[in-house]
């Protein structure tokens, strides 16, 4: 079957919101297996692209329908012209409980963060430095869109993600279970080289946006502000430049304990 434009419509009824676009995205929500995948829409099926042959394989193993589709359609599906010739018509992402995320021992939060680029590169890293558990507050950052996915590069499939509460919210029901709540700010008290925290602490990382960086009642209620040194003439690092820095620093001393 290869729909037409004119299909567009009947396609987007049913599905609106879950149309995830890229070639690492599509592997790594394959690899997952956390949601369901409804079909597959890929450019021409005679490509020698390796990996879109790799990626057709999969998608056969796994008993997706795949259609084909021109690039024009794979553009409207996904709203992007960065498709790599592939778009998955995916279910919701599956979000945890915070109760869930709560039995962790280290734990992100993402406040005032407004670019999906910047959350999902904020994602890859938690991903890469075992940071499973990411609280997304309900207002002022956006939710696990597919453009967050594809910034990810699929690394949000292999994350817990809660999404159900303000980020204040969040900082409250995570201080009452004893995390050590360490805030990111230009203008913290603390350098990054000189952290320090408790052997048996749960730590809540709290990353800010570059707009609008960590809310007041956060950085007036966490433990420590820490800010990261830094020698040349741009003010600040993006938010997930910062966010990788802290991570590592943090799985660093943590290793060290």
């Known amino acids: 079957m290869h729909p037409g434009n004119k299909s567009l419509p009947r396609i987007l009824k049913h599905n609106t919101g879950n149309f ?11 690899r997952a297996n956390r949601r369901p995948i409804h079909r597959a829409y890929m450019a021409d099926s005679k490509t020698r692209n390796p990996r879109l ?3 057709r394989a999969l998608l ?10 021109d ?39 993402l406040d005032n963060i407004e670019d999906p680029q910047n959350v999902g590169a904020v994602l890859r ?13 309900t207002r002022g950052v956006p939710p696990v869109l597919p453009s967050v996915v594809k910034a990810s ?4 499939e292999y994350l817990q993600i809660c999404y159900t509460s303000t980020a204040n919210r969040y900082l409250r029901a995570a201080q009452k279970l004893g995390f050590h709540t360490i805030a990111l700010d230009t203008k913290g008290d603390v350098d990054l080289n000189h ?18 960086s960590v809310g007041k009642y956060i950085l007036d209620s966490s433990d420590q502000v820490v800010r990261i040194p830094q020698a040349g003439h741009i003010n600040s690092l993006n938010a997930s430049a910062s966010a990788a820095i802290a991570m590592y620093r943090i799985a660093n001393l943590q290793a060290r304990l």
């Open 53 to 55: 042959q790799k990626l």
């Open 71 to 109: 690039r024009g359609l794979l553009q409207q599906l996904c709203n992007q012209r960065e498709h790599q010739s592939i778009v998955l018509e995916a279910g919701p992402y599956p979000y945890v409980p915070l109760e869930k995320l709560l039995a962790q021992n280290n734990l992100i939060l």
């Open 153 to 156: 590069s699929g690394a949000s």
């Open 20 to 30: 995830l676009y890229g070639l690492n995205p599509a592997f790594e929500v394959l």
């Open 60 to 69: 056969d193993r796994k008993k997706i329908p795949i259609e084909s589709a």
């Open 125 to 137: 890293s938690a991903e890469a430095f075992g940071y499973s558990g990411v609280l997304i507050p």
């Open 195 to 212: 952290l320090s925290f408790p052997l048996d602490s749960k730590i809540l990382l709290v990353i800010g946006g570059e707009n609008r």
